[in-house]
């Protein structure tokens, strides 16, 4: 498999064993189900790249940070269980598994499943979001919704969609069922390398809210805010935001 292909088979396996242990633990506290989660997902996803990419480095979510990536030419970026909240919480369907390469300074492949949906976005190759002329929708999270969104929808005289995850929010604006995702105030590389690396792959906008490229890999992983759009909403958002 080349890496497009292995991405896209990680994040489904991996998105096919989270929904057998959600159906395991469906009698159990949701604190167990998420643990149980964030834990054997990652234990997959780092097993499968130490065998078919054993020279690769990988920054996961659960995992300790190894200072070794920094010098690497390749990097996995891993979110084992995107939306554990949501996972957790029994017949929720907007939960994922992100799974990117960073290679020598750019994201070169990634993809994002939606197991509970049966869907997974797989680059090189992810369609462009259908044409909508209605007003601006703008995923936000349905339990945190940022200031910074409200911000943008006053400005495009839009409305706001609530849904879960990160994953979910950028595959929703792929799938052209929103219009714009703006997040300030919190997320790591593994909340965003994997989407953005399919919204890019879909023609869409990607940036930091100052309009700044998204720059991976580095060594606080910290990376608290993105704008994800349309390219004919791009200028806008970013003129709200400023």
Same mark, same amino acid.
């Given at each position: 498999?080349?890496?497009?292909?292995?991405?896209?088979?990680?994040?489904?396996?991996?998105?096919?064993?989270?929904?057998?242990?959600?159906?395991?633990?469906?009698?159990?506290?949701?604190?167990?189900?998420?643990?149980?989660?964030?834990?054997?997902?990652?234990?997959?996803?780092?097993?499968a790249?130490?065998?078919?990419?054993?020279?690769?480095?990988?920054?996961?979510?659960?995992?300790?940070?190894?200072?070794?990536?920094?010098?690497?030419?390749r990097?996995?970026?891993?979110?084992?269980?995107?939306?554990?909240?949501?996972?957790?919480?029994?017949?929720?369907?907007?939960?994922?598994?992100?799974?990117?390469?960073?290679?020598?300074?750019?994201?070169?492949?990634? @993809?994002? @499943?939606?197991?509970?949906?049966?869907?997974?976005?797989?680059?090189?190759?992810?369609?462009?979001?259908?044409?909508?002329?209605?007003?601006?929708?703008?995923?936000?999270?349905?339990?945190?919704?940022?200031?910074?969104?409200?911000?943008?929808?006053?400005?495009?005289?839009?409305?706001?969609?609530?849904?879960?995850?990160?994953?979910?929010?950028?595959a929703?604006?792929?799938?052209?069922?929103?219009?714009?995702?703006?997040?300030?105030?919190?997320?790591?590389?593994?909340?965003?390398?994997?989407?953005?690396?399919?919204?890019?792959? @879909?023609?869409?906008?990607?940036?930091?809210?100052?309009?700044?490229?998204?720059?991976?890999?580095?060594?606080?992983?910290?990376?608290?805010?993105?704008?994800?759009?349309?390219?004919?909403?791009?200028?806008?958002?970013?003129? @709200?935001?400023?």
């Amino acid at each position: 498999m080349n890496d497009h292909q292995l991405a896209g088979h990680l994040a489904a396996e991996a998105g096919r064993l989270l929904l057998r242990v959600r159906e395991e633990l469906a009698d159990a506290d949701p604190k167990e189900r998420k643990a149980a989660g964030d834990q054997r997902s990652h234990e997959f996803l780092m097993a499968a790249l130490a065998s078919e990419r054993p020279g690769d480095a990988v920054l996961s979510e659960e995992g300790a940070d190894n200072p070794v990536r920094l010098s690497a030419e390749r990097v996995w970026i891993v979110d084992p269980l995107d939306g554990t909240r949501e996972f957790s919480e029994l017949g929720r369907d907007d939960w994922a598994v992100h799974v990117a390469l960073w290679e020598s300074g750019e994201l070169s492949a990634g @993809a994002v @499943a939606l197991p509970a949906r049966n869907t997974t976005l797989v680059t090189p190759t992810v369609s462009a979001p259908p044409a909508y002329a209605g007003a601006p929708r703008i995923a936000v999270s349905r339990s945190r919704p940022p200031a910074i969104a409200e911000t943008v929808r006053e400005r495009l005289d839009g409305v706001l969609v609530p849904m879960g995850s990160a994953g979910v929010k950028v595959a929703s604006v792929v799938a052209g069922t929103t219009d714009v995702y703006v997040h300030a105030g919190g997320q790591y590389e593994w909340d965003s390398a994997a989407p953005v690396a399919v919204a890019r792959a @879909a023609g869409l906008h990607t940036s930091r809210i100052d309009g700044s490229p998204l720059v991976y890999n580095r060594a606080d992983p910290l990376l608290p805010d993105l704008v994800v759009c349309r390219p004919e909403y791009a200028q806008a958002v970013l003129a @709200a935001i400023g």
